[in-house]
């Protein structure tokens, strides 16, 4: 990574890695990559293709072509994902590197060709990959169900999905483990709850990052073994029954008092 020359390089071979199929592969149309992965960051076609170049001469990708379509590797993906069961995934629909694919050397030839035409090239490219983005937001909704349903705090789902459909992910396998582990956090834990955030605050805020203090029963207990809260309880109570004599006593002293 630290050979490469940009952020924006490293961040797009870092970004495409969710988007990678169950053999590593990704679409190698800088517009499909531009729309997909890089959706806010306003780069041009020409600063995406000029990437796609650099990762692939740095061997960090491979990309290659079938029947007229253009498609990445990650040549090094199994070695990363060494628990990955590919058995238990669904079948892609990207075709995968075979001796019979066209190896693809460069994006800038078939980017300068068109420079002209870019707006009707994006165009042509969102409507031919309109299914692949169907199913892409189709992923995206399921997988926030499964956040939500997690989420122990649920208010303000629309505001909630809205920042998921916006946020850059990681992978809910992460998100999940994350919301496990914060459940039994000394901040998610206090008060019942009470300072869980809204679960578009969390999302908004990428919580997932959090390092949050674990829980510790122990840290509020006092020497006679009783909790804070509960010492705070018995103190209230306290305070109620001493204004409640109070106000006895001074009835007795008014009717006594009294003609």
């Not at 969390?202 to 006679?224: G, H, M, S, V």
Request: hydrophobic content about 30%.
């Amino acid at each position: 990574m630290a050979c490469l020359s940009s952020d924006t390089v490293r961040l797009l071979y870092t970004w495409m890695l969710s988007h990678l199929d169950i053999n590593g592969n990704f679409y190698a149309d800088p517009v499909m990559v531009n729309n997909l992965v890089f959706t806010r960051l306003g780069h041009s076609i020409k600063v995406i293709s000029s990437a796609l170049d650099e990762l692939a001469e740095k061997g960090l990708i491979v990309r290659y072509q079938v029947n007229g379509e253009r498609y990445l590797k990650y040549p090094d993906f199994f070695d990363k994902q060494p628990k990955l069961l590919p058995f238990r995934e669904g079948v892609s629909e990207i075709p995968n590197l075979t001796e019979s694919a066209s190896l693809i050397e460069s994006n800038i030839n078939i980017i300068e060709s068109n420079i002209n035409g870019e707006t009707t090239l994006t165009e042509k490219s969102l409507k031919n990959n309109s299914r692949v983005n169907s199913e892409l937001k189709k992923e995206r909704h399921e997988s926030f169900l499964l956040f939500y349903k997690a989420y122990p705090r649920k208010v303000n789902r629309r505001e909630a999905l809205d920042r998921w459909n916006k946020a850059n992910l990681p992978d809910i396998s992460v998100i999940l483990k994350a919301i496990e582990d914060q459940k039994k956090s000394e901040q998610w834990m206090e008060e019942d709850g009470k300072y869980i955030p809204h679960p578009s605050t969390w999302i908004n805020k990428e919580r997932w990052n959090d390092e949050l203090k674990p829980y510790n029963p122990k840290r509020n207990i006092q020497k006679d073994g009783r909790s804070l809260r509960d010492r705070e309880i018995d103190a209230e109570t306290d305070r109620i029954n001493e204004r409640y004599e109070k106000s006895k006593i001074l009835k007795t002293t008014t009717s006594h008092d009294a003609p």
